[in-house]
């Protein structure tokens, strides 16, 4: 296997477009206020609402102390609510409000502002590439992660 220097390597590459898509999207959403991880919570809500602080962390892969202080800003602004878990009286169920859901229409505009811009100069068929490479890449990876995980709980302790 072929070795890349590290600015040319393919994990530093998607990470530095992650990081530019992400600075892009907060420059054209700034006037609303909110970051790129608050807009992340917000959309991920809104596929699952009602989770608990903990399962949102698990989705957005950040640590719970961090979604709590995200989770506060959110609350303090009316963009979520938290009720109690009528299933666990200690955890509280995190849920978008109106005012969050009236917005998801201009994220999505927003990101397809964003992604119009980074995919200038593709064309259709280079796009599609692109996008089932990434959704390939992904499916292998957690393919992977998935055996790695059966065969160490398989393993004797």
Same mark, same amino acid.
């Given at each position: ?8 390597? $393919?994990?530093?590459? /998607? ?9 892009? $999207?907060?420059? =054209? ?15 991920? /809500? ?33 963009? +979520?609510?938290? +009720? ?5 009286? !200690? ?7 109106? =005012?969050? !859901?009236?917005?998801?229409? +201009?994220? !999505? ?9 980074? $995919? ?16 390939? +890449? ?5 393919? =992977?992660?998935?055996?790695? =995980?059966? $065969? ?6």
């Amino acid at each position: 296997m072929a070795t890349a220097n590290t600015l040319n390597s $393919f994990g530093y590459l /998607l990470q530095e477009a992650k990081r530019l898509l992400s600075r892009r $999207f907060e420059e =054209k959403a700034s006037h609303y206020g909110l970051t790129s991880s608050q807009w992340r919570a917000i959309a991920q /809500l809104s596929r699952t609402d009602g989770l608990t602080q903990v399962a949102l962390a698990n989705y957005l892969e950040i640590e719970p102390m961090t979604v709590c202080r995200l989770v506060d800003r959110l609350e303090a602004r009316g963009f +979520i609510q938290r +009720i109690p878990d009528p299933a666990d009286r !200690r955890a509280k169920l995190v849920w978008l409000t109106e =005012k969050s !859901r009236s917005m998801m229409d +201009i994220v !999505r505009e927003i990101a397809v502002e964003v992604y119009s811009e980074a $995919f200038d100069g593709f064309t259709d068929a280079e796009r599609q590439a692109l996008v089932e490479g990434l959704q390939r +890449i992904s499916a292998n990876l957690d393919e =992977k992660a998935l055996k790695d =995980k059966a $065969f160490s709980e398989q393993e004797p302790a």
